[in-house]
């Protein structure tokens, strides 16, 4: 597991004691107890049950459980193809992810089906959060909201007659400003959960210490809101200068930018910001298997490979260039 973004649980003898439709309605107090620690910290956290919806609808009102889950997948077809609805709908990698059922032959089973998932018992699942502290930062405290509103946003997206006209009815607002003390822990937490969007160049230990000692450096930050909500920091440019040009030496995006098409205008946006200074701008990029849609947005963006090295160029002129939509409102500060 590379980072616990979602945790999926099953219903009747893991988050229940029993069977609800036996009758058997007492709450596994270990089970509530690890989901009141995963709300606080941000996790995500979605339902995988063999029950009918009806009765997952009652479980779901009785213990006051409406807005906790930000998926549920309920019937009779296979666990493993609830487990992968759930993924593909909130684009979370199975490695980023932990199934928990109090029973050995569905962990097993998940687990054989579902390559790199993590499927934990509730004691498994309660000692690594344990051994992994997270430091919560206001947009990681208030993720499953976000999704929750995502969700109401697509509901909306697919009720519209013309997109574009729903997407200038968001009032989508990025805003570009310089990076300050306060954002370092954002900061690391996107560097951390970032993988689509990420360079994959610097280790998380360098990143973070780079940060930290960026002095005279060019930092961005870029917030995200609409009328479905506040994103907050969804995105970090950490450039440094040398004689010939300025080097992305950090960059990273929140994935949610991807699900609203946003991730090219968050880019150009953080490298059009009037303090970005520069004639021509380098970077790396390394694959770490999963980010090949970042080095997709930076060649929209105008990057090119540059013969002979292993870095992308970028001139002014053709950043310039590059279009934007006119639904998308950026200020800078």
């Known amino acids: 597991m590379r980072i616990l973004k979602l945790v999926i649980w099953d219903l009747d003898q893991t988050i229940l004691s029993g069977i609800f439709e036996e009758g058997d309605e007492e709450l596994n107090s270990a089970a509530t107890r690890v989901m009141a620690r995963l709300q606080a910290r941000g996790t995500l956290q979605a339902l995988a049950t063999h029950n009918p919806s009806e009765v997952v609808e009652t479980v779901l009102k009785k213990y006051g459980w409406s807005g906790l889950f930000v998926q549920t997948e309920a019937g009779l077809i296979p666990k493993v ?82 997109y574009v006209t729903f997407l200038r009815r968001c009032n989508i607002y990025i805003t570009i400003r310089p990076y300050a003390p306060e954002d370092a822990g954002r900061a690391q937490e996107l560097l951390v959960r970032t993988h689509r969007m990420n360079l994959g160049v610097l280790s998380l230990d360098e990143a973070f210490h780079r940060l930290g000692r960026a002095g005279g450096d060019c930092v961005m930050i870029a917030e995200m809101k609409d009328n479905y909500g506040d994103m907050g920091r969804c995105g970090v440019l950490h450039l440094s200068s040398r004689p010939d040009a300025a080097i992305v030496e950090g960059l990273a995006i929140s994935c949610r930018t991807r699900a609203r098409g946003l991730s090219l205008s968050m880019l150009v946006g953080l490298l059009r910001h009037p303090a970005v200074k520069f004639q021509q701008l380098r970077c790396r990029y390394i694959s770490n298997g999963s980010n090949r849609p970042l080095r997709m947005v930076l060649m929209a963006a105008g990057f090119q490979p540059d013969p002979g090295t292993d870095e992308l160029v970028l001139r002014t002129e053709r950043l310039a260039a590059t279009p934007l939509p006119d639904w998308i409102h950026i200020v800078y500060f």
């Open 81 to 162: 193809a609830m487990v992968r609805r759930i993924l593909d709908t909130l684009s979370i990698s199975p490695l980023d992810t932990a199934f928990v059922d109090e029973d050995a032959f569905e962990r097993d089973s998940i687990a054989v089906q579902l390559r790199g998932i993590s499927a934990w018992s509730i004691e498994r699942l309660e000692t690594y959060l344990d051994n992994n502290k997270d430091v919560v930062t206001p947009e990681g405290s208030r993720r499953h909201e976000m999704y929750i509103e995502e969700q109401a946003r697509l509901r909306d997206k697919e009720a519209a007659a013309d």
